[in-house]
Structures are given as C-alpha cells and as structure tokens.
C-alpha cells in the first residue's frame, strides 16, 4: 500500500512548481504555504536542499523537452537576429530613394522584426490631396544578438584564461623573479 507523502514533501514539490513559474524563491515559498515573514529565507534553504534542487532539474529538462528548446534552436533563433539586415525588408528605387515592401520578406526574415507602425493620412490640398501610407519597423537589437552568439562562440570573454604549462624549474633567478613581480598585485 502506497503511503501518502508527508505534508513536507507536498509543500516543497509545490514550491518547486511556484519556482519554475518566474525563478522568485520568495513568492514561490508564500505561494507553497510557508510563512511571508520568513519567504525568503526558507526559499533560500529550500534551493541548497539537494532533493528541491534535483527536482527543479528535472521539470526544467521536461519543460525544455516538451518545447523543443535546445541550445541550437535558441542559437538559430538568436542568428536571425544578429543577422537581420534592412536590405531584406526595402526595395531600393533607381533615383535612392527606397520603400518598405513586406511582400517578399520570408518567415525567417521577419523573425527579427520587433514592431511594424502602418500610418495612413491623407497629404496635399485641394486636387492634390493624396492618401499617403508610410510603413515603419524595428528590428531586433542587433549588437545584443551578436554579443550573445560572441559570448557563446568565446570570440570574447570577461575573463582571463590563466591556464599555462611552465615548469618552474627550467627559470632563471631573473625570470622567476620578473614572473613574481608580476604576478604580485600593484598598490
């Protein structure tokens, strides 16, 4: 006979389900039924527990799978962006001047696009009245998508990569003594 879980048990799965939502420990603790006075510090004692934390992992990997999230569909997500270019979405006039045409744009295109302003009003007067329609959009943030495909790729970093192979051993006096004070930090 199958025993029932233990009210614990039930309250930390519910706090797990209330985490997932928007990764708040403190309004998932409330929400689980702990206390509001000490949400936070219960939310913090929850997520060091191993048992809440392998239990996030697994409903997070569930999620992402029932999404179809992986690296590489965020990654081509997220080159559609960074390569997005105005050239895709215009058609460039003899005389320079240039117009939006949204006709021929493919989904993968418009995946970039942000926000489209369709404005109609009428222009002129008198015989000269005309109906003018003017198209504006907005791309995605270009250079937000590139230093994430950057980061990824590690084309850059933040930090510094101290990994060396030197034996110790094979230095001069004199280049050991340089390698300190190099290394020694600068008041």
Request: hydrophobic letters at 35%; charged letters at 45%; zero cysteines.
């Given at each position: 006979m199958a025993t029932k879980p233990a009210k614990s048990d039930e309250k930390r799965a519910l706090f797990v389900r209330e985490y997932l939502i928007d990764r708040n420990g403190t309004r998932a603790a409330i929400a689980a039924g702990f206390s509001a006075t000490s949400a936070h510090t219960t939310a913090h004692r929850l997520l060091k527990n191993a048992d809440v934390r392998e239990l996030i992992?697994?409903?997070?990997?569930?999620?992402?799978e029932r999404l179809d999230i992986t690296a590489d569909r965020i990654l081509q997500e997220t080159a559609k962006l960074a390569f997005a270019n105005m050239?895709?979405?215009?058609?460039?006039?003899?005389?320079?001047?240039?117009?939006?045409?949204?006709?021929?744009?493919?989904?993968n295109h418009m995946a970039a696009v942000v926000e489209i302003t369709v404005d109609e009003y009428p222009e002129g007067k008198g015989e000269d009245k005309r109906d003018v329609r003017r198209t504006r959009f907005k791309l995605a943030d270009k250079r937000a998508a590139l230093e994430m495909l950057g980061?990824?790729?590690?084309?850059?970093?933040?930090?510094?990569?101290?990994?060396a192979n030197l034996n110790i051993q094979d230095l001069s006096d004199e280049q050991l003594q340089q390698l300190i004070q190099r290394l020694e930090p600068r008041a």
């Open positions: 992992e697994k409903l997070e990997a569930e999620r992402m050239d895709d979405f215009i058609v460039r006039q003899d005389d320079g001047t240039a117009y939006v045409d949204l006709s021929k744009v493919k989904r980061k990824n790729h590690k084309l850059w970093t933040d930090k510094m990569d101290l990994n």
